[in-house]
């Protein structure tokens, strides 16, 4: 399935504050969020990406009115995802302005809640998250916030959600997450092949030029960071920013707006 290639910033919510972990720890506050989304307002900035860490491991969402006061704020696309585990929360949510739904680790604890979500609300308003780590025997996929395994193979879970009626698949390498290190192309290229909707790759963009060329040639259909668009410089000062279009355009292969794959 052909989908235009975007760049995405993740967000970290915790607290009502918003931080940048490094491998799934150690956060760093980062900015109000209200704050933060006024600056994206003024890049032009594909789709935003707000997951909730501390819902991750509570199970309970983030207050749908403070959601909505966020999206309030906010003139681009956004999806949430943290502790949404029942049918109505996602109303809610999509209530409140965000376009999309994104599940973890309810697709291990109620797989069920996920179908019914997809089935209602349409498969393009549910992504599903998937995280993976590098483990002693392998890969392994975990919930709630990288505090239990559940799958050895990553291909297999993606299929699994997919199969749910999820509509894309945000892949993220735990072990590289805000180290800079590099995608993990393998891992990308493993859950691309198995599924036939967008993936997002995420996790250890430490340049913007490693936002195009070879994320989206190992199968992604969009790349998603969080360090590279809130930090600047190996001391990690919080700087918000977001590489211009016309730069965009370059590290993607676009022309005129259409990809160009040589």
Known sequence: MFVEPRVIPVLLLENR?????????????????????????????????????????????????????????????????????????????YHAGYEKAVVNTLLSEDPSVVEAAASRFGSQAVVASIDVRRGGGGLEVVVRGNREVVSDSPGDWARRAVDLGVG??????????????????????????????PVIGHGGGGRRAELGDPVLKAGASAVAAGTLFVFQGPDRGVLINYP??????????????????A
């Open 244 to 261: 211009p279009r016309r730069q965009i355009e370059k590290i993607l292969m676009l022309r005129d707006g259409v990809w160009a794959e």
């Open 168 to 197: 894309e698949v945000l892949v993220t390498a735990v072990d590289r997450e805000g180290t800079g290190a590099g995608f993990d192309l393998e891992l990308i290229s493993e859950v691309a092949e198995a599924v036939d909707v």
């Open 17 to 93: 504050q918003l931080v940048k972990t490094r491998v799934f720890e150690d956060p760093v506050y980062v900015g109000d969020p209200v704050n933060v989304l006024s600056i994206f307002n003024e890049f032009v900035v594909d789709e935003i990406v707000l997951l909730d860490i501390v819902a991750a491991r509570t199970r309970t969402p983030s207050s749908f009115p403070l959601l909505q006061k966020y999206a309030e704020e906010c003139f681009i696309p956004l999806a949430y995802g943290g502790g949404l585990t029942e049918l109505d929360q996602f109303s809610e949510l």
